[in-house]
């Protein structure tokens, strides 16, 4: 598929997964003043609080996080993350708040499934929900911090004042469907496991310069020979996360058509992560 093919794809997906998002808020989650993980789930519960519409203080609480992405992270996937958040924020606005049903332990666990589809969705198009996705991987940058336990900890955050604001009722569904949003998105897309790329390419500056400027990863360059030809080639490799693979083989692709990749599995990453 082509560059500008793929593009369109994610572009799609990402807006089929916003859909199901605001769906699962809309008709599950609010209609019982349970909160979704994250960000969105702050912007639910001011939605619940004050007359602004859910989907206005979600994308207002965004648009800080996204203007310093913007400078502090991969252009591809902060404007995928942009295009994202203005579509799950359009959602809410545009779906109505219906209760479809009036068990509240099926609403939780029904409307984390639903929301860990549609970001699952968004995540395997190489963007993100925005909110402490953003948060978390701008903390992250230049500590080699645990991912996975910041999002953990500031989730918890909304579970806590999902007690003291509604009820702690409201808390542990919050917790089910903070739990339920999870498995689903590690069934569709595994965010914490690392991929080794190794390029090897007759356009090496070009290539390396395109990652340096768009992915916060280090690149390690070796000079190499073709066996065959006898021509000269760099040989690139780095080390990314599974979201961020379609972003690198996009740019790749960009600075060399011709470019061999190799894609690994990493088990295990020592030493400095995020920058080499």
């Known amino acids: 598929m082509c560059v500008k093919g793929e593009r369109r794809l994610n572009l799609l997906v990402m807006a089929i997964g916003s859909a199901i998002v605001g769906f699962a808020y809309n008709f599950f989650l609010i209609p019982h003043e349970i909160l979704s993980s994250g960000l969105s789930g702050i912007a639910i519960m001011f939605g619940l609080i004050t007359p602004l519409n859910t989907g206005v203080i979600n994308f207002l609480l965004n648009l800080p996080l996204l203007l310093l992405g913007v400078r502090k992270l991969g252009k591809q996937f902060i404007y995928y993350t942009i295009f994202s958040v203005v579509m799950i924020s359009l ?26 589809l549609g970001i699952g ?29 910041l999002l953990s900890a500031m989730n918890g955050i909304v579970v806590a004042a999902s007690g003291f604001i509604f009820t702690w009722d409201a808390a542990l569904y919050t917790m089910l469907a903070i739990y339920a949003t999870g498995k689903v998105v ?47 080639r760099a040989v690139l490799m780095t080390v990314i996360t599974r979201y961020q693979l379609s972003n690198v083989r996009q740019m790749i692709h960009e600075a060399d058509p011709d470019a061999f990749i190799n894609v690994t599995e990493t088990v295990e990453v020592f030493g400095s992560f995020h920058r080499g």
Not at 131 to 144: H, P, Q, S, V, W
Not at 206 to 230: C, E, H, I, Q, W
């Open 91 to 116: 959602s809410l606005y545009v779906i109505p708040i219906y209760q479809v049903s009036t068990e509240p332990v099926l609403s939780s666990l029904f409307g984390g499934v639903l929301t860990g």
């Open 121 to 149: 969705l968004i995540f395997r198009a190489s963007g993100s929900s925005g909110g402490f996705d953003i948060i978390a991987m701008l903390l992250t940058k230049k500590k080699d911090f645990p991912l996975g336990a």
């Open 186 to 232: 590690d069934a569709i897309h595994t965010n914490h496991i690392k991929l080794t790329v190794t390029v090897v390419t007759a356009k090496g500056e070009a290539v390396k310069d395109k990652l340096l400027s768009n992915v916060y990863r280090g690149v390690t360059v070796m000079p190499g020979v073709g066996a065959y030809s006898g021509e000269e």
